[in-house]
């Protein structure tokens, strides 16, 4: 079973600030949550990934709570090209094994013009 | 970023033939894995491919129905025997390298079953 909880849809204005939620309550330890998209017709995109600090890159910013029991996915100026499923997905840290991603349900983030 | 691509792209077939999907990643990894992802569905993992081994299945998917190789740190097919029109689907293939923190994917195969 997938161990996150995140709104099933959300709609952001073009140029705004999307901020995606995700609850990971019993996360461990030793799992970074990591977030994906998937364009429609198309495989599953890496967007970020963190353990307990805030990380950005050229695609987003993710932010941590200090409790690291929920995060938020930022896309600082989303575009109609940002309309995808966004997935939130805990997994092990590198020591702790090979474990394959688990999916859930996902956001659907829907840019509007 | 290792970069995955998959044969065919889209297939239609009929019901009881077998499809055989191929997958290429342009690095040498140690990870590979094979996803579906029905009609509206989220990715469900099928199993993970293990090079000079069989594969481990999850739960709900088994050798017979879904037989996978996996020759060298590179390539890996899934065949879907047998086919329904309930496998009709997306299959994916993904992987990652040995102590990675990424996991990439293919484009997907899309599969229509009559």
């Known amino acids: 079973d997938a161990k996150t909880t995140q709104p099933t849809s959300m709609d952001c204005a073009e140029g705004r600030a999307a901020n995606l939620p995700c609850n990971h309550s019993t996360i461990s330890g030793n799992e970074y949550v990591y977030w994906y998209r998937q364009i429609h017709s198309q495989g599953p995109q890496y967007i970020i990934h963190?353990?307990?600090n805030n990380e950005t890159n050229e695609m987003a910013s993710l932010i941590i709570t200090e409790d690291r029991k929920s995060s938020t996915l930022i896309l600082p100026h989303a575009t109609l090209r940002d309309t995808a499923v966004y997935y939130c997905i805990v997994r092990p840290t590198r020591g702790s094994g090979n474990t394959p991603l688990v999916f859930g349900k996902g956001t659907r983030l829907s840019v509007i013009a | 970023s290792a970069v995955i691509s998959q044969k065919p792209s889209r297939d239609i077939c009929q019901r009881g033939t077998s499809l055989t999907i191929q997958c290429q990643v342009d690095?040498?990894?140690?990870?590979m894995f094979w996803y579906r992802q029905q009609p509206g569905q989220s990715l469900t993992l099928i199993a993970t491919?293990?090079?000079?081994?069989?594969?481990?299945?999850e739960s709900g998917f088994v050798i017979d129905k879904f037989p996978i190789s996996r020759p060298n740190l590179t390539f890996s097919t899934l065949t879907v025997s047998n086919l329904s029109p309930e496998d009709s689907s997306i299959y994916l293939c993904?992987?990652?390298?040995?102590?990675?923190?990424?996991?990439?994917f293919g484009p997907g195969t899309r599969l229509l079953v009559l």
């Open positions: 963190g353990l307990k």
């Open positions: 993904s992987a990652r390298e040995g102590g990675g923190e990424t996991q990439y």
């Open positions: 491919a293990n090079q000079g081994s069989e594969a481990t299945y």
């Open positions: 690095s040498q990894v140690t990870m």
